[in-house]
């Protein structure tokens, strides 16, 4: 059995929040202006870890971005 953490593959709204340091009303600003999208399994939002991660380095690299 492997005790290594399994990778997310996705993140609910408050788990962004936690992992980005970003109040909850700036994801959900970022999420209206398509900077990052949704999905619903449910009744459950989720944003993808890629699409966050691709979100996030735009941010530290908006050179890259252009």
Do not use: C, H, W
């Not at 399994?6 to 202006?33: H, N, P, W």
């Amino acid at each position: 059995m492997s005790t290594e953490p399994v990778r997310k593959l996705s993140y609910r709204i408050d788990e962004v929040v936690v992992a980005t340091g970003l109040s909850r009303q700036t994801i959900y600003r970022l999420i209206e202006r398509g900077e990052l999208t949704i999905f619903k399994v449910g009744t459950r939002t989720l944003i993808m870890a890629s699409v966050l991660e691709a979100f996030l380095e735009r941010q530290a690299n908006p050179q890259r971005a252009a």
